[in-house]
């Protein structure tokens, strides 16, 4: 737990607190002990679960504009640029979360810090298998000499499958929902629809049968 969190906890605390004093005594027999002791516990964890959801939409909006930054970064590294400069570009490319990312790296490298340590803080501030592979390339790159245009296309290619396929993934489990909003909540519609339609028009509908 970060120093810096406790103050938006103590408000979440306090915040939970109030709201248990204000529902428990209309909370139906234990379920108002359990409100007490729910309510203010949830109020000081809600900042770390609110801070860790931004931390994996940043993370995600990172990940999807990886790719086409690996495919920038090897057009530099194809004219004979430095993954330093590549940096500076993709900083000035954008204002997206990869950009902000690129442009303390490129701030870092202008500040006079070696690339191994700027490579080892951008895995860091940016965790997960998709920025280390990146790093772990360049790194290579500058102490083997193997060819780092190559490595960086491979990964944007595979990153893309890979996105291609959960986006299959989450719409092949996004029809059977839909499928069941159908059934639960358009098709009543209708039915009660064409139930009020013969309602109204009962006396015609059965004066035929006379």
């Known amino acids: 737990m970060r120093a810096a969190d406790w103050p938006a906890r103590l408000a979440g605390g306090v915040s939970g607190g109030v709201g248990a004093l204000l529902v428990a005594p209309v909370a139906p027999g234990r379920l108002s002990l359990l409100v007490l002791a729910g309510l203010p516990a949830a109020g000081v964890l809600l900042p770390d679960a609110a801070r860790q959801r931004r931390e994996r939409l940043r993370l995600r909006r990172i ?11 090897a057009v530099a590294a194809e004219a004979g640029r430095t993954s330093a400069a590549g940096f500076a570009d993709l900083a000035r ?18 500040s006079g810090q070696p690339m ?5 803080s951008l895995r860091v501030r ?4 998709e920025m280390a592979t990146l790093c ?39 029809a059977p929902k839909i499928q069941l909003v159908v059934a639960l909540v358009l098709v009543p519609s209708v039915l ?6 013969l309602i109204a028009n009962a006396d015609l509908f059965f004066s035929s049968f006379r």
């Open 63 to 73: 990940v999807a504009l990886l790719p086409d930054a690996l495919d920038l970064l």
């Open 93 to 110: 490319s954008g204002d997206g979360a990869l950009a902000r990312e690129m442009a303390i790296a490129d701030a870092e490298i202008s």
């Open 116 to 120: 191994s340590a700027v490579l080892r």
């Open 126 to 129: 940016v965790p997960g298998s």
């Open 136 to 174: 772990a390339a360049i790194e290579r790159s500058r102490l083997y000499g193997s060819p780092l245009a190559d490595q960086l296309r491979r990964q944007a290619s595979a990153l893309r499958r890979d996105q291609r396929r959960s986006v299959e993934e989450r719409a092949a489990r996004a």
């Open 192 to 197: 009660l629809m064409i139930a009020a339609a």
